[in-house]
């Protein structure tokens, strides 16, 4: 079926609102939900909404939470978000992340005790908006089996990272799980009834499988073998321990064995290249986009460049392609 964005939105509100989520909840997962949906990022549009509402039913998410700033010194902004929403958290520490790092050259926000479902470009994006270079991380539930075992004990730990171009609408963000590929692709690919890709997972007897279920019963992959599981534990370690927040390990035990979403911490760095090449800034853009330029030329895409071309084409089109199915899954948690 067809909808346009600001049906979608009311949707989502609809439904959130139907469920006893906050005013601001309710904004902030609409926006994020939304605007991933618009570039065609599946894993993590709207179809998230029915793990929000499940994961509200397990009691495992605060609808009504407000986060709150728990420290604000030198460069550092921790906000614990009180089994809230991300994205709420998110959108109370964004904004001081930007001045911070504006004011320092560098700033790091934590966010603590947070319950996370979004795709982290979407947050990449309101940084290099900004003129800044951000790095992001979260980890999520141990699904994931590190290089040389069969034993799931990594989350699919994303990391994200932008670099602002001249044209702020398209800056260079790349932003994927350290699994091979998001949890979020396989319950898809579940959902579906379509097979996985060679090569993502295991199943419960540690052998490889592309069917969708065995993999979930089993192990997922990291990425590019002991490269992959290595990045995997930086985020566990940088994003959990560091800032005193969950590992996977201990989010897939607060889980109590229920399919909900997972709680802990995201760490986001913003640095300001103005700070760094100070009168010669412009180079940023001039040399910044002189090598990125360069990819295309040879025939390779980047990064991000499919959904900018979705974003392009669903904003001039008026609407966006769903699923019928998801649509009347989405209508039926209104009831
Ligand atoms: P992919 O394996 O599809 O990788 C995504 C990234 O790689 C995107 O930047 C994508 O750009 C780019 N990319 C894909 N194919 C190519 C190509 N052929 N050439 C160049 N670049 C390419 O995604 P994942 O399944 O790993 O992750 C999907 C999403 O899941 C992410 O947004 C991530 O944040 C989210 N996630 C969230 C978690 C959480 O705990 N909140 C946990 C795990 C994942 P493009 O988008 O333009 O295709
Ligand atoms: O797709 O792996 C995933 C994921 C976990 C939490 C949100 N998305």
Redesign the pocket.
């Not at 998001?182 to 692709?185: K, L, M, T, W």
């Given at each position: 079926m067809q909808i346009t964005a600001s049906d979608l939105r009311q949707l989502s509100h609809d439904i959130l609102a139907a469920h006893g989520f906050s005013p601001e909840h309710q904004h902030s997962i609409t926006d994020t939900l939304v605007t991933a949906q618009i570039d065609e990022c599946h894993?993590?549009g709207v179809w998230r909404l029915l793990g929000i509402i499940d994961t509200l039913k397990h009691g495992k998410i605060d609808a009504t939470a407000s986060p709150v700033i728990t420290q604000e010194q030198g460069a550092i902004i921790s906000i614990d978000a009180k089994l809230g929403a991300a994205t709420t958290a998110l959108a109370l520490g964004l904004p001081k992340l930007i001045d911070k790092a504006k004011h320092s050259g560098i700033a790091l926000l934590a966010i603590n005790h947070c319950v996370?479902?979004?795709a982290l470009w979407v947050e990449v994006e309101q940084l290099t908006r900004a003129g800044l270079i951000a790095i992001n991380m979260t980890p999520?539930?141990a699904w994931v089996a590190p290089s040389g075992s069969r034993e799931p004990l990594l989350g699919?730990n994303?990391i994200g990272f932008g670099f602002p171009r001249r044209n702020p609408d398209e800056p260079y963000v790349f932003d994927f799980?350290t699994?091979a590929t998001?949890?979020?692709?396989i319950q898809l690919h579940d959902r579906n009834g379509t097979p996985l890709p060679e090569g993502v997972a295991i199943d419960a007897n540690g052998q490889p499988t592309t069917d969708p279920k065995a993999a979930m019963a089993g192990a997922m992959l990291t990425f590019g073998g002991h490269k992959g599981s290595a990045i995997a534990t930086m985020v566990e370690l940088l994003a959990g321990i560091a800032i005193g927040d969950m590992t996977s390990q201990e989010s897939m035990a607060f889980a109590e064995g229920t399919p909900t979403?997972?709680y802990g911490g995201e760490i986001i760095i913003a640095i300001d290249p103005a700070m760094l090449l100070g009168a010669d800034t412009d180079s940023l853009y001039t040399r910044g986009d002189a090598y990125l330029n360069q990819f295309n030329a040879a025939g390779a895409r980047l990064p991000s460049q499919r959904r900018f071309k979705a974003r392009q084409h669903n904003t001039t089109q008026g609407f966006i392609e769903l699923d019928d199915s998801l649509y009347q899954d989405l209508q039926a948690l209104l009831q």
């Open positions: 894993s993590h996370h479902f979004s999520s539930h699919t994303p799980a699994s998001a949890r979020g692709e979403l997972p």
